[in-house]
């Protein structure tokens, strides 16, 4: 089912914008005639095509004026894969589903990747993507599935499978004097003394770490830094995979 419709049926696929891992164009067009070919397949208002065109260009970073006279097949793998999101956003989609659509992408060109979707979803439009790497999940994604070995191996929130990581917090002072330390130790805490002064406390979840940071304060130890300390995100997500074959 697609858009409420029966995904077998012409119109259930209109306004759907799609972005393939691998992109494939007709070589011989220019990045505005393989643009303008995809707005009419969908069928959008023809008086709009150029506004829309630009707009598509502009979004994926890129300048229009400079691909008049280039031909897809002599763009970049980069700029290939910038105009395969244009393909995907010109128009008015109502759902976009990315296929790996950061891949070939230089640090900036998956950093505006992240704007650009983000941009999307603010307009209310769902997007659906596949990808193998971890900080895209995490810094864009609202929800994920995670399929590992032909199996479902989670489905939920981000912010619900990161609060399951939650192992303890770090406290990082510049210097401390306190008579309470070794209490702090023998309840389960761990310290770590920094060159030259300095003193690094590990504060398991199992304890109130509120409390104890409280009372470093007003024992007069002001914190340089108190960090959460979080399970990497590829341990939570294929914990069953690793235990199976642990064992």
Do not use: W
């Amino acid at each position: 089912v697609l858009r409420g419709l029966d995904s077998s049926l012409d119109k259930a696929r209109k306004r759907i914008g799609y972005v393939s891992e691998i992109p494939d164009f007709y070589g011989h067009l220019t990045a505005f005639e393989s643009l303008a070919f995809t707005y009419r397949l969908h069928g959008y208002d023809p008086a709009k095509l150029r506004t829309e065109t630009e707009r598509a260009i502009a979004e994926v970073g890129l300048d229009i004026s400079a691909l008049a006279k280039k031909k897809m097949r002599d763009l970049s793998k980069g700029m290939q894969q910038r105009l395969n999101l244009a393909h995907a956003i010109i128009g008015e989609p109502e759902l976009l589903i990315l296929d790996e659509p950061m891949s070939g992408l230089d640090p900036l060109g998956r950093r505006l990747f992240r704007d650009v979707f983000r941009a999307i979803a603010s307009r209310g439009i769902p997007l659906f993507f596949s990808t193998h790497v971890i900080e895209d999940i995490e810094t864009i994604c609202d929800s994920l599935v995670v399929l590992s070995k032909g199996r479902l191996s989670y489905s939920g929130g981000i912010s619900e499978i990161v609060s399951r990581g939650y192992i303890g917090t770090e406290v990082v002072l510049d210097k401390c004097e306190i008579s309470g330390m070794k209490e702090m130790v023998s309840n389960g805490c761990t310290t770590t003394e920094l060159h030259p002064s300095g003193l690094r406390i590990f504060i398991p979840s199992s304890l109130d770490s509120r409390g104890i940071i409280a009372g470093l304060c007003s024992a007069g130890n002001i914190p340089l830094s108190i960090t959460p300390v979080r399970q990497p995100l590829e341990t939570l997500l294929y914990k069953r995979e690793t235990e199976g074959a642990a064992s």
